[in-house]
């Protein structure tokens, strides 16, 4: 299974960005399917998981009402819409993929990764 997470980029403060990540190697629909991030000098942390239905969601409290984590399995791809981006929200993206059933927070339930993209809000 291969992960390629793009969308990154560098955008204001209360600006917008859709992350996507592409799934490759095997369908990804049956797959909880997570966005991490990790800022300089801080510890990867979770943003936001989907199981593979798409019917149950969980947010970081930090990303709750301004991001949506959303899923394509026919286009076997996953987004993230981020919206009133914050410079807090400065961090490299990471897309991951976890065999187990329910939503994943912790991100050793997660065995394949992307290669990040990085996300710059400026303020």
């Known amino acids: 299974v291969q992960l390629q997470a793009s969308g990154g980029g560098l955008v204001q403060a209360g600006g917008s960005l859709r992350l996507s990540c592409a799934v490759s190697g095997r369908t990804v629909s049956g797959y909880t399917m997570g966005w991490f991030r990790q800022a300089p000098g801080k510890e990867r942390e979770f943003v936001a998981a989907?199981?593979?239905?798409?019917?149950?969601?969980d947010y970081a409290d930090s990303v709750k009402a301004r991001f949506t984590i959303s899923r394509d399995n026919v286009k076997n791809t996953v987004y993230l819409q981020m919206n009133s981006l914050k410079p807090e929200d400065t961090a490299v993206y990471y897309c991951?993929?976890?065999?187990?059933?329910?939503?994943?927070?912790?991100?050793?339930?997660?065995?394949?990764w992307g290669q990040g993209t990085q996300v710059t809000v400026s303020s």
């Open positions: 991951a993929a976890s065999i187990r059933i329910g939503v994943k927070l912790n991100q050793y339930d997660y065995a394949y």
């Open positions: 989907i199981i593979w239905s798409g019917t149950n969601t």
